[in-house]
């Protein structure tokens, strides 16, 4: 199980990775359009040119903050201990799905499996956190049953 728990945290990290580079490169690209902006404009319509690619860079510059407080937070999970009850780091299978609460990187396929990564904080990484084998509890008008956690 430790094998599917490193493929789920590497899925995460790839995931976290992605959304780096994607908050990296639309920054790059928004300072390169105001830079082309300046050289071919001139009055009120550089001046809101230029302000739209600020408050783009600024958008993606949150984005990427928030990208690497995930990778943080990431770095922060153990992922190869067992567990008896739901933590951070831990491999939750119920009857209505398989959740890897880490971080929140959405559905994630290994081995042909889906698996969710959800965050502790999120709603469903709430309810999860704490739970053990046989624990039961309701989200959304839909009932869970813990069946295992590694």
């Not at 790839?14 to 071919?40: F, G, L, P, W």
């Not at 783009?56 to 067992?82: G, P």
């Amino acid at each position: 199980m430790n094998e599917l728990k490193e493929k789920l945290y590497k899925a995460c990290i790839d995931s976290i990775a992605k959304r780096i580079n994607e908050a990296k490169q639309a920054i790059n690209d928004a300072n390169e359009a105001a830079t082309e902006e300046s050289k071919s404009s001139a009055g009120d319509k550089y001046e809101t040119g230029r302000e739209m690619m600020q408050q783009e860079t600024a958008r993606n510059l949150l984005q990427l903050n928030e990208a690497n407080k995930l990778m943080v937070s990431l770095n922060q999970i153990t992922h190869n201990t067992a567990l008896s009850s739901a933590e951070s780091g831990s491999l939750v299978f119920t009857d209505n799905g398989k959740f890897y609460i880490a971080v929140s990187a959405g559905s994630i396929r290994v081995d042909n499996e889906t698996y969710f990564a959800v965050s502790p904080a999120s709603p469903i990484g709430q309810k999860l956190m704490g739970r053990k084998p046989g624990d039961g509890f309701s989200l959304n008008g839909k009932n869970y049953k813990v069946e295992k956690i590694y």
